[in-house]
């Protein structure tokens, strides 16, 4: 099995910039969609971004199409979330997630589809 580590959350004003990465060991990662989600306090945790395996298809709900990125280098075990022109509703835990193909696209869309979480990184964007 796979364990995720999430990094690169912290504080940032409006309209800024952050680069999120979740790192992989334990599995071969290559085999693995993975997927961005998030949670605010006190709401239920929702889709950002989804990944296939090598990369061909992204997924994005919309509050995240057009400002945010999903990449990966299965070379180096590691999915990145570039997040630009972030809001402060932009602020949460924000937690990658493993699951293994097939996926359908309403699958890919929800955390209960996903194997393997990581601890999550605080991302704050302060007006």
């Known amino acids: 099995q796979v364990q995720l580590v999430e990094s690169g959350g912290g504080l940032v004003q409006a309209g800024g910039s952050l680069r999120l990465s979740c790192a992989a060991s334990?599995?071969?990662?290559?085999?693995?969609?993975v997927g961005w989600f998030r949670q605010a306090g006190g709401k239920e945790r929702e889709f950002v971004a989804a990944?296939?395996?090598?990369?061909?298809?992204?997924l994005y709900a919309d509050s995240a199409k057009g400002r945010f990125t999903i990449s990966r280098d299965n070379a180096e075990n590691t999915v990145w979330l570039h997040m630009s022109s972030l809001k402060p509703e932009d602020t949460a835990v924000y937690y990658c997630a493993a699951r293994r193909p097939p996926s359908a696209p309403w699958e890919r869309l929800r955390p209960d589809r996903y194997d393997y979480w990581g601890q999550g990184t605080q991302v704050t964007v302060s007006s």
């Open positions: 990944i296939s395996t090598r990369g061909a298809s992204t």
């Open positions: 334990g599995g071969t990662f290559s085999t693995y969609d």
